[in-house]
């Protein structure tokens, strides 16, 4: 038995829309926890001594806010090799695509990454898990995607798992994204081997499938085969859609019945209608809108549009090198037009709710206990201290595994 008990919570940010407006503020608070599952999470005066479980870690917030750990719901962390010079010729005026169509982009991390082994990239993926969680990311989306063949697209699900079994690591969650770049060879034989060896393989070690749909990538008609062949396997699909062009992947996804459908950008507002009626998670991803330039991440227009809304940071060596969840919220207001409470819920409820996660994403009792104690009494901090050190420790499953440098 293990429990927990944090004290003097200045504000606890519970994002549970049963307590009230977003992000759901209980001020004076205390947060209570017996084997990873939160028994209690509520004002300190209503705290019974009896309900705290004997031998349990007192830990004290000195008025600090607590909220939900950050659920990053859309990365890519497994990769070997480097593209800083790429993301230096981009500055110069290149683009994305013309990068891609020589050779660079995906397939130059797929040259790097495809012959990693398993250790390998584990402990490239694990440092920036590492990073992760000191950011307050407790749960963590990983894809696969970099290996463009059969054996090193399991090995990249496998080095995923193996960083969500690291312990004070954040949980992981896999996707099979095996239509990220286009390969040298036949492309209908390779889309024929993913859907049919690579799901049924897929389907042991991870829970979604995703595909790249856009212009020098897949088209909506080879996403869908791919997301029919999953499903068969119980994978459920998930799709880069509308990033760099409109090309119809949002509206597949409404019709797929997809988790969710990430970036957005070039999505009308027919799409993102059609995402709310279906019940898909819209989810933003600011870093990348703001590396690679174009229309702003879509978060206003997602709410306005009925969708709920998720904001990660799609960690990956092209469009995004960045592990920092507080860094995507303060861009998710600055560029996507969320409030900061908005931001926040999308942080955390949002991301839970892209990957279909029920037991976490708020701090209610008989959920996770996964929370963050940050070093300011106030939550706006998060998103007003742009790039700034807010974290002061993590709660990971009821244990503290990022401890208070103070
Ligand atoms: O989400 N858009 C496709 N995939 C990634 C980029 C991957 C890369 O450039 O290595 C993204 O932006
Ligand atoms: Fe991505």
Redesign the pocket.
Known sequence: MSAIVIHGIGALCTCDPLVGDAPGVVRDAALVARDGRIVYAGPESGLDRADVPRGALEVHARGAAVLPGFVDAHT?IVWLGDRGDEYARRAAGATYEEIAASGG??RA?VRATAAGSVEELASAGRERARRMLAGGTTTVEVKSGYGLEHEAEMRQLDAADRIGRWVDLPDVVATYLPL?AVPDGSRDEYIDDVCTRGVAAAAKRATFVDA?CDTGAYTVAECERLFTAARAHGLRPKI?AE?RSRSGGALLAARAGAVSAD?LEHASNTDLEALNAAGVVGVI?PG?SVVLGGPPPPGRRLLDAGCTVAVAT?C?????YSESMPLMISLAVALGGLTPAQALVAATTGGAAALGLADRGMLRPGLRCDAVILNTPSWVDVAYHLGGDVVASVVLEGRVAVPSKA
């Not at 990956?316 to 995004?320: I, K, L, V």
């Open positions: 890519h982009g995906i991390t990220h790249f880069h990033q970036h991803l990348a799609d990956n060596p092209g469009t995004c």
